[in-house]
């Protein structure tokens, strides 16, 4: 029971990626470049996909959409961690830990159901190439990218509106690089087990439905690969096929141990690194992953170049 007089916490203290003054500067440093790529790599995909016509179709469609999840994720939690590494002890309000955590709930959900889409997508174009103009119509695509979207938004509404049960009092200190959903159930004066429980069963059926339809997908595509003739475009289909495998399993492990994992034992360091992954590391890499194999992808740049 919480005393009427104890004063409630309204702000907290992140304590970033670690305490060692001398790791300050180099860090910063590095987020800072990564964070800059990035942003170039994501919006100057989408840019090219504006700009080429010829790559106004559905996959276009859909990548350009995953940049724009990705640039808005790591936005979302980077450039606040990059003040904090310098100012060490800046506070950041309840509220706006709950819009933190609620841009990023939203962009990561977005990415689970684009990359959903992103594979079935690659299913239709690889195992029924003729149906592939009739059924990834663009009225089709623009539907699937709305809805990704609009479960992106709703779904973090629930958290944060659970979040409102909480009190915070005593403790205000965050062990973690942004306001992170479990690292406020830690410090919370009460019990968070209704918002631990909603937490786990949205993460388990949201990433266990959209991991394995993305691996049905693909396991279909690369039968499909497997059994084509000439060598040279399989063994290039089966690599690019393999990079994308190697994107998703990145993103859904880390988030998997994060989210879905029983959660006695946890360790702080080790939720740092899972989260860095699927926060800054994995938005780094997709467009370069989803693109630089791609002809059509280099060949706008050259133009642009150009």
Known sequence: MIETNETMVTEFVLKGLTDCPGLQVPLFLLFLLIYVITMVGNLGLLFLIWKDPHLHTPMYLFLGSLAFADACSSSSVTPRMLVNILNKGQMISLSECMAQYYFFGSSATTECFLLVVMAYDRYVAI????????????????????MSYAIGFLHPVVHVGLLFRLTFCRYNILHHFYCEILSLFTISCTDPSVNALVVFIFAAFIQAFTFMTIIVSYTRVLYAILKKKFEKGRSKAFSTCCAHLLSVSLFYGTLFFMYVRPGSGRDKYQDKMYSLFYTIIIPLLNPFIYSLRNKEVLGALRKVIK
């Open 127 to 146: 195992c029924n190439p003729l149906l592939y103009p009739v059924v990834m119509s663009n009225r089709l695509s623009t539907w699937l990218i709305s």
